[in-house]
């Protein structure tokens, strides 16, 4: 397994999370259900893989994020807590197990996504279109969002997903284009746009998240909200990067609440269909309202009109 570089931090003084970044342990019966079932069946999420600060609260709900294609990426991120390596072969079992566990969660909505898979010839299109299809047909009535990899901009390869026709089909961007080549090493800021407008001109209902903190500015958050509304991008997730190990990028600065309630104004401004900013929101949390036109445009217009009245 590949280890990461250890991030240079000695420009940077250590950093307290503020009171507004602190959660609760993961407790409850519910989250115990959901622990048992992704051991029992051998799946990887994301929430544990991703160290994700909500997991406690969505597990709790009986959901979970799925992470398919195993738990080993090609590409060595430096935000990302998932381990980087080479990959077990491709598991062709898995998408049936996905299909049954949340048959078996009885859950309403789900989102899966995926390590990078570089080293194979579809990029793990064939297993995402075969995932997506067993959860389809086992799960009628569930609702589907695929968060999925850039598959270097193949074309081919982003049909599959749009073929096999998930209710959202979400990328991130991850973070502003001077950043994106210390960030995503071995990702293009323009690519994942051009992912994002393939998949919108697909017919698909398009998002994708971005991570503050990490020393960005003010102004290209905002070219950033801009760029990905030119793409056709529908919902998009801000939140804080939270430095997973100290072998991963450090945290710039702990974004007040404030800023991100900034951006969700500016976004709506500027035509985007969703928009769900706060220092806890990742890509998944709150995903079954994001299913929804209008709902969050919707919601915020209300909001605005109460304040006017």
Request: proline letters at 5%; a neutral charge.
């Amino acid at each position: 397994m590949i280890e990461l570089p250890i991030a240079p931090q000695s420009d940077l003084p250590k950093r307290t999370k503020p009171d507004w970044l602190r959660v609760k342990l993961p407790i409850g019966e519910s989250y115990k259900n959901v622990r048992n079932l992704v051991d029992t069946h051998k799946l990887h999420t994301i929430c544990e893989s991703g160290n994700c600060p909500n997991m406690g609260e969505c597990w709790g709900a009986g959901t979970a994020t799925f992470m398919i294609l195993g738990n080993i990426c090609t590409r060595s991120c430096g935000f990302c807590a998932v381990a980087t390596g080479r990959p077990s072969s491709v598991d062709w079992d898995e998408p049936q197990r996905v299909a049954e566990a949340i048959n078996l969660m009885k859950i309403k909505h789900a989102v899966i996504t995926s390590v990078d898979r570089d080293e194979l010839k579809d990029g793990g299109s064939i297993i995402w279109y075969n995932t997506i299809h067993a959860v389809k047909t086992l799960n009628p009535e569930t609702t589907l969002e695929t968060l999925i990899p850039d598959f270097k901009g193949e074309k081919e390869n982003i049909q599959r997903i749009i073929d096999a026709g998930p209710e959202v089909v979400s990328h991130n961007i991850e973070t502003v284009e001077r950043l994106s080549r210390q960030v995503r090493i071995q990702a293009k800021y323009w690519r994942s746009m051009e992912v994002i407008r393939i998949l919108k001109e697909g017919g698909m209902r398009t998002k994708s998240g971005i991570m503050l903190g990490l020393g960005e500015k003010k102004e290209e958050v905002f070219q950033t909200l801009q760029d990905l509304a030119n793409a056709g991008c529908d919902v998009v997730t801000i939140g804080q990067y939270l430095q997973p190990t100290k072998k991963h990028l450090p945290v710039n600065r702990f974004v007040h609440p404030d800023e991100f309630a900034e951006y969700r104004e500016v976004g709506y401004q500027m035509g985007l269909d969703y928009v769900e900013s706060g220092p806890l929101v990742r890509s998944s949390y709150h995903s079954e309202k994001h299913v929804i036109p209008g709902f969050g445009k919707n919601a915020w217009a209300g909001e605005k009109a109460k304040i006017q009245s």
